[in-house]
Nanobody
Framework: KIQLAESGGDSVQAGGSLRLVCEAS????????FGWFRQAPGKDREGVAG???????IYAASAKGRFTVSKDNNKSTLYLDMKNLKPEDSGMYYCAADLRRFGGDWQLLKGEYNYWGQGTQVTVSS
């Protein structure tokens, strides 16, 4: 069974940092492409960052320079390191996996993924 489990969400003050973790199982992690998404209350789920099987990252404009996506193939774990957090970064963060394709701009589109985690909450206060 394919599973994705996020953790690491917390409440922090603006300017703070967090590391989100997504532990994966049930598929060949090294061949997959991944995305990190967030959803604030009343808003659409938006792509924040992605990383493909070649470890090439992609970032939304809002995340560039502040967020870093990485993965450890030996641990089947995906990470999102976030620094200089802003209140507008608040929301539920989800990881998603695609087992079929190489990376590209599609990685930031929520409709392109079949597998999702349950989410972890990030709250940034001003």
């Amino acid at each position: 069974k394919i599973q994705l489990a996020e953790s690491g969400g917390d409440s922090v003050q603006a300017g703070g940092s967090l590391r989100l973790v997504c532990e994966a199982s049930g598929f060949m992690f090294i061949r997959a492409s991944f995305g990190w998404f967030r959803q604030a209350p009343g808003k659409d789920r938006e792509g924040v960052a992605g990383i493909d099987s070649y470890d090439d990252p992609i970032y939304a404009a809002s995340a560039k320079g502040r967020f870093t996506v990485s993965k450890d193939n030996n641990k089947s774990t995906l990470y999102l390191d976030m620094k200089n957090l802003k209140p507008e970064d608040s929301g539920m963060y989800y990881c998603a996996a695609d087992l079929r394709r190489f990376g590209g701009d599609w990685q930031l589109l929520k409709g392109e993924y079949n597998y999702w985690g349950q989410g972890t909450q990030v709250t940034v206060s001003s």
